[in-house]
């Protein structure tokens, strides 16, 4: 079967490999680099921390892959597994965190709520007086997403993939059972297309007359030099009521990110401002210390980059055939990385078998919000 996968991101490449695996004839085409979108541009966190059924799918199937993945496809990630925990300032919040693990215990999750003179067992330089409880998960981690990228596009490359970098797609067309692919560099007549572009999605498939409901929204992030070393078995630390969130980068820094502006105008994923404001710098330093007392005024910065999040109205992707022929896996929320492994599985089952096996992704589907079938997500940042 003739395959053509839209973007070279890390679900597209993802799924190129595991559509090439099984013996599917498969072209690539990405208009700029790989991982020039959003991969390149992410925290790298792997978690099973969710509180709905098909992310914790998703992510457990993909922690799967990722716990392999040097052995099977040569490939050092730098994955770590110190944890992740959400900390709460509020009750509510609290209360949210706490009726969501018992839950994410049912579904082999192995998180557990503590008391912030728990969770300094963990964090030492959590300031336990600004919180009234924390949520932790100690098996989730993050890795690198660039290396994981990296392994999947040589192993997609190994197994008769054809990855082709600076071709736009112009044209595409899927009607009457026939799909048809119009980009820079000629016209491809596949039998399927995947449309995994990120936040370049909605134009893409809206070519074809599908409408995605996927809004690209910038997010921010920075490499700290702290003013006392983040311990490298810290956990990534996220603070859901101030929106920050810190973990340990290599030798003492920390990767430091967050939103704290209620505006957050959609953008142009090809025109929008891939630095980071000053403002925000500013901002996100004073609330990662009201976080731990490793940051403070002698923090210096050591590098700062912006991205994309490709977000759905409730944070969850859309996977699924859309019409017959053309296939969309877009709007992960900041979760594409994380999920990926198990969405280019569930690609492929789509455009081969005709159903997803892998993880039930039926509540996935675009029209969800439609039938007012949205669903609910309590864990939101990184």
Excluded at 169 to 195: C, F, K, M, Q, R
Excluded at 236 to 252: H, I, K, Q, S, W
Excluded at 261 to 270: G, L, M, N, V, Y
Aim: proline share 6%.
């Amino acid at each position: 079967m003739d395959v053509v996968v839209v973007g070279g991101g890390i679900v597209g490449v993802s799924s190129a490999y595991y559509l090439a695996e099984r013996g599917a004839d498969v072209t690539l085409l990405e208009k700029a680099s790989l991982g020039s979108g959003s991969t390149d541009r992410a925290a790298g966190g792997i978690r099973a921390q969710f509180s709905t059924t098909v992310s914790i799918e998703l992510s457990k199937r993909s922690i799967e892959v990722w716990e392999r993945f040097e052995e099977d496809f040569h490939t050092d990630i730098e994955y770590r597994r110190p944890g992740y925990m959400y900390v709460a300032r509020t009750g509510s919040t609290a209360d949210r965190l706490r009726e969501a693990i018992p839950f994410q215990n049912d579904h082999g999750v192995e998180s557990e709520f503590l008391s912030p003179e728990e969770a300094v067992e963990y964090v030492p330089g959590l300031r336990t007086d600004s919180y009234v409880g924390t949520a932790y998960c100690p098996t989730d981690g993050f890795a690198d997403p660039h290396l994981g990228l990296q392994g999947f596009s040589r192993a997609a490359t190994g197994v008769g993939a054809e990855i082709r970098t600076g071709v736009e797609v112009t044209d595409l067309e899927a009607e009457d059972g026939g799909v048809s692919v119009g980009t820079t560099d000629g016209t491809y007549d596949p039998e399927y297309v995947v449309v995994a572009a990120g936040s370049w999605s909605p134009k893409v498939a809206g070519m074809a007359g599908v409408d995605l409901p996927v809004s690209p929204r910038r997010r921010q992030a920075m490499v700290v030099d702290p003013e006392s070393p983040v311990p490298e078995s810290n956990p990534l630390v996220t603070d859901l009521d101030a929106g920050c969130y810190f973990r340990p980068e290599r030798d003492g820094k920390a990767l430091v990110g967050g939103h704290f502006d209620e505006a957050d105008p959609e953008q142009d994923p090809d025109r929008y401002r891939t630095s980071t404001d000053l403002d925000w710098t500013v901002e996100a330093i004073e609330e990662v210390s009201g976080v731990a007392d490793y940051f403070g005024p002698a923090s210096e910065i050591v590098r700062g980059w912006a991205g994309l999040y490709a977000v759905t109205p409730d944070h969850h992707p859309i996977i699924e055939e859309s019409r017959p022929g053309l296939v969309v896996a877009t709007g992960f929320s900041g979760h594409g990385f994380m999920q990926s492994p198990a969405t280019g599985q569930v690609v492929a089952e789509l455009v081969l078998d005709g159903e997803a096996r892998t993880v039930d992704v039926s509540a996935l589907r675009a029209d969800r919000f439609e039938r007012g079938e949205a669903l609910s997500e309590t864990y939101f940042s990184a």
